[in-house]
């Protein structure tokens, strides 16, 4: 095997993913909605996969052990096994985050897509970009999205296997100047996982099947305001899916909330603005972080706004951003 380094940035989903499909193969993790994102330039990990005398994965400088080691090599040894016979090699993983991890900044998306892309190289597997976002999905269904630049659309599909469960970059980025201001309202990780939480929301809220039959109009509509380069139209779409999740996650049982009153007075804060003409949209993951999309021109007062709200830690800035990308030794 080789040894590669991959670098993936982090995406944020304009129309969200909440839900995966029950009827399926559970190790597929294929998503019961489709998503629609914006990758970022900045906020990344950069994966290093090398052959070594034992398994070990070394995330930020330390030894990671536990569940994320079991997840890592767990991934490694189904890549391996997809084009060998005979037993992994035992791989030295380490990985760098450019992001705060597991505090809902999407660590995990750029982290499997690093990964992926860095163990296929390692193992000299000849992958397509669409395949390799299969695979970047099996670790987490956002990481599929982090393998392409720019906007990015993710069909949840209906086949049994997967195979149309597919991301695609959506042109449109490249001459609209649009940021994303990153607004952390607290350090430290989210309180419950996105995959259990996913799977609470399935089995309790209400909501949830409505969540899921709205949202294909909704990536629809997001694509049709991007062709047409439309922010209003784009950002109405965008908080809608957004507070459509966050009420279906709200109404699970026990809820799932995760805002903080910061992340309330933040969305306000937002909404004021427009009324005075500064147009910014708020959206929000599994965390009580607020991302606001922007045009360039408008980012830096809506950071100096946030920058005022009590209780924020920290705001950046975030252009859109790059694919993954891969360099190779022998
Ligand atoms: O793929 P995961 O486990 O990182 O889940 C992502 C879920 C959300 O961030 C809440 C929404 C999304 O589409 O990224």
């Not at 767990?74 to 505090?103: E, G, I, M």
């Not at 933040?266 to 909404?271: E, G, H």
């Not at 950071?303 to 252009?319: I, K, Q, S, T, W």
Request: glycine fraction near 8%; charged fraction near 20%.
């Amino acid at each position: 095997m080789k040894t590669a380094t991959a670098t993936a940035h982090s995406n944020i989903a304009l129309v969200k993913y909440w839900g995966k499909r029950a009827d399926v193969d559970r190790n597929l993790n294929l998503p019961a909605v489709g998503s629609l994102s914006m990758t970022l330039d900045g906020l990344r990990t950069v994966t290093t996969v090398a052959e070594a005398s034992e398994d070990a994965f070394v995330l930020d400088g330390a030894q990671a052990g536990g569940k994320p080691e079991q997840k890592v090599f767990a991934f490694l040894d189904r890549l391996w096994a997809s084009a060998h016979d005979t037993p992994r090699p035992r791989c030295a993983v380490t990985s760098v985050n450019h992001l705060p991890t597991a505090a809902g900044l999407a660590s995990s998306a750029s982290g499997f897509a690093a990964l992926a892309t860095a163990g296929a190289s390692a193992f000299e597997l000849d992958m397509s970009l669409p395949t390799l976002s299969q695979w970047a999905r099996m670790g987490s269904g956002s990481a599929a999205r982090s393998i392409y630049g720019g906007f990015v659309r993710l069909d949840a599909g209906t086949a049994e296997d997967g195979s149309d469960c597919v991301a695609r970059p959506l042109p449109g980025v490249e001459d609209w100047p649009l940021r994303l201001v990153v607004v952390q309202t607290t350090r430290g990780s989210k309180p419950v996982g996105s995959t259990e939480g996913m799977q609470a929301s399935r089995d309790t809220s209400p909501y949830y099947q409505a969540w899921v039959d709205t949202s294909i109009p909704d990536l629809d509509a997001a694509q049709a305001a991007i062709e047409a380069r439309d922010l209003p139209r784009l950002g109405g779409i965008v908080e809608h899916s957004c507070f459509k999740m966050h009420a279906c996650m709200m109404a699970t049982v026990p809820p799932i909330m995760y805002w903080k009153p910061a992340s309330l007075a933040v969305i306000q804060t937002v909404w004021a603005a427009r009324q005075e003409g500064v147009h910014g949209y708020v959206t929000m993951d599994a965390g009580p972080h607020v991302k606001i999309l922007c045009l360039a021109d408008d980012a830096e007062s809506i950071a100096a706004r946030c920058r005022a709200v009590p209780g924020v830690e920290e705001v950046n800035l975030c252009a859109p951003g790059p694919g993954a990308s891969v360099e190779v030794s022998a």
